[in-house]
Nanobody
């Protein structure tokens, strides 16, 4: 089993930055890909970004590409989501997720492709 804990959420003004962290514990060697999703009130949970455990391959949704950066520190079993140029529409609960499934064609970007989830951290962007 893998446990995930997100930290770093908060309230920020539009144009500001936040860095979210996702600390993994348990069978961390099983993790192949870590993903970030977000869910705004009344909306479906949507994919934000993903990173292979090697840290080499990343994938972003169009809505955050160029503003958000996902990275990993394997020595700390932690994945980061650096969010710059935040907009009010980025307001959501952000969830970290992980999968042990190996992928060769693309990084997983659908909710059902991840079997481990954190509890989420709130990000609020004020205008």
């Amino acid at each position: 089993q893998v446990q995930l804990v997100e930290t770093g959420g908060g309230l920020v003004q539009a144009g500001g930055s936040l860095r979210l962290s996702c600390a993994a514990s348990g069978r961390t060697s099983d993790i192949q890909t870590t993903g970030w999703f977000r869910q705004a009130p009344g909306k479906e949970r949507e994919f934000v970004a993903a990173i292979k455990s090697s840290g080499i391959h990343t994938y972003y949704s169009d809505s955050v590409k160029g503003r958000f950066t996902v990275s990993t520190d394997n020595a700390k079993n932690t994945v980061y989501l650096q969010m710059n140029g935040l907009k009010p529409e980025d307001t959501a609960i952000y969830y970290c997720s992980a999968t042990s499934r190996r992928t060769t064609i693309r990084l997983p970007s659908f909710r059902h492709e991840y079997e481990y989830w954190g509890q989420g951290t709130q990000v609020t962007v004020s205008s």
